[in-house]
């Protein structure tokens, strides 16, 4: 019987899945909305997971039983327990062998890094930072408080930024000009009252109209991305302070809608939050998928280990599929 790999990668707005054999050859990718569980529920992860592997399988015409390895890495999967609720999930789905349960950060990682030795910086709809040495992983909490949040954190800042404009009494200003525009509302107080009693939330998606503005040269739009960007640099620096790297510099990997954006102020400040151990790290932008790092995790566990060739024949075909 033959025997195939699966990776897949769930953030909170979008879901990626590759089919591979055990050369490495893409067979299928896959791609739906997102699985966060803390977002969208057990009944609604379940459901997009369900979906990618369904079309996966469908679309290179394999059995499920013929699945070696399958990592399924989920923004999400925060504390070590998080893996073990998805236990029956994995079983339903009568793979060869049970499937592994990681946070997506670690599949950024490793589809920066084929060892997986590292940190990876997470600034996408929600924020994370992950370190390997070899040894151990140590990651944040993914709970938003003390920590890079990303897209999430633009929109508490800006809430912030917004209230306090309101309690002194300010005029509109751009930053207010375009919340109020986005959410179809005709003044702060309306904003406010909507928001306090009519369940309006501010969706993440306006991050990038924040990001235009702060290149535009507004201040408050400015404070808010560099102030997101210090922080994840900051997490950064905290978890490599916690692991124990054996090596003369460390490989950071930038990953999410906020670091691949190329927002000359986010970088910026990400940069200069990064100074203190500048000489320690080598920063690089993952310009892929990381469910190509999902699939990296599953065949090192198929494998019992790195398997070079393997590696390199799967990276060869990245940006050939849709998803990766």
Same mark, same amino acid.
Request: hydrophobic share 45%; proline share 2%.
């Given at each position: 019987?033959?025997?195939?790999?699966?990776?897949?990668?769930?953030?909170?707005?979008?879901?990626?899945?590759?089919?591979?054999?055990?050369?490495?050859?893409?067979?299928?990718?896959?791609?739906?909305?997102?699985?966060?569980?803390?977002?969208?529920?057990?009944?609604?992860?379940?459901?997009?997971?369900? %979906?990618? =592997? #369904?079309? +996966?399988?469908?679309?290179?015409?394999?059995?499920? *039983?013929?699945? &070696?390895? @399958?990592? /399924?890495?989920?923004?999400?999967?925060?504390?070590?327990?998080?893996?073990?609720?998805?236990?029956?999930?994995?079983?339903?789905?009568?793979?060869?062998?049970?499937?592994?349960?990681?946070?997506?950060?670690?599949?950024?990682?490793?589809?920066?890094?084929?060892?997986?030795?590292?940190?990876?910086?997470?600034?996408?709809?929600?924020?994370?930072?992950?370190?390997?040495?070899?040894?151990?992983?140590?990651?944040?909490?993914?709970?938003?408080?003390?920590?890079?949040?990303?897209?999430?954190?633009?929109?508490?800042?800006?809430?912030?930024?917004?209230?306090?404009?309101?309690?002194?009494? %300010?005029? =509109? #200003?751009? +930053?207010?000009?375009?919340?109020?525009?986005?959410? *179809?509302?005709? &003044?702060? @107080?309306? /904003?406010?009252?909507?928001?306090?009693?009519?369940?309006?939330?501010?969706?993440?998606?306006?991050?990038?109209?924040?990001?235009?503005?702060?290149?535009?040269?507004?201040?408050?739009?400015?404070?808010?991305?560099?102030?997101?960007?210090?922080?994840?640099?900051?997490?950064?620096?905290?978890?490599?302070?916690?692991?124990?790297?054996?090596?003369?510099?460390?490989?950071?990997?930038?990953?999410?809608?906020?670091?691949?954006?190329?927002?000359?102020?986010?970088?910026?400040?990400?940069?200069?939050?990064?100074?203190?151990?500048?000489?320690?790290?080598?920063?690089?932008?993952?310009?892929?998928?990381?469910?190509?790092?999902?699939?990296?995790?599953?065949?090192?566990?198929?494998?019992?280990?790195?398997?070079?060739? /393997?590696?390199?024949?799967?990276?060869?075909?990245?940006?050939?599929?849709?998803?990766?």
């Amino acid at each position: 019987m033959s025997e195939y790999i699966l990776g897949i990668d769930a953030g909170g707005t979008k879901t990626h899945g590759c089919l591979v054999d055990t050369s490495g050859t893409i067979l299928a990718t896959a791609t739906s909305t997102g699985a966060n569980w803390e977002r969208v529920g057990w009944v609604g992860a379940e459901t997009v997971l369900r %979906e990618v =592997v #369904s079309t +996966l399988l469908a679309d290179a015409a394999v059995d499920r *039983k013929e699945v &070696s390895a @399958a990592t /399924f890495a989920l923004a999400g999967i925060d504390w070590p327990a998080d893996a073990d609720l998805f236990f029956d999930f994995s079983d339903s789905l009568k793979f060869k062998k049970p499937g592994l349960f990681i946070n997506d950060g670690l599949a950024s990682l490793y589809a920066g890094k084929s060892d997986g030795l590292g940190i990876v910086s997470i600034a996408g709809t929600g924020g994370k930072t992950v370190g390997n040495d070899g040894v151990r992983s140590v990651q944040t909490m993914g709970m938003s408080i003390g920590e890079g949040a990303g897209a999430g954190q633009v929109i508490s800042l800006t809430l912030n930024a917004l209230a306090r404009q309101y309690h002194r009494g %300010e005029g =509109v #200003s751009p +930053l207010a000009e375009i919340v109020l525009s986005f959410t *179809k509302q005709q &003044s702060l @107080a309306d /904003f406010f009252h909507a928001y306090a009693r009519n369940g309006l939330l501010l969706s993440e998606s306006i991050a990038p109209m924040i990001f235009q503005l702060a290149s535009f040269g507004d201040s408050d739009a400015i404070e808010i991305v560099s102030t997101v960007a210090s922080q994840h640099a900051i997490d950064v620096i905290t978890i490599i302070e916690k692991l124990d790297f054996q090596v003369s510099v460390i490989d950071v990997i930038k990953s999410g809608g906020l670091h691949v954006a190329e927002n000359q102020i986010f970088d910026q400040a990400f940069t200069v939050g990064l100074a203190p151990i500048a000489n320690r790290v080598s920063v690089k932008t993952l310009k892929i998928s990381p469910a190509f790092g999902s699939v990296v995790y599953a065949a090192i566990s198929h494998f019992g280990g790195t398997n070079q060739e /393997f590696y390199e024949t799967l990276q060869a075909q990245i940006g050939t599929r849709v998803g990766l």
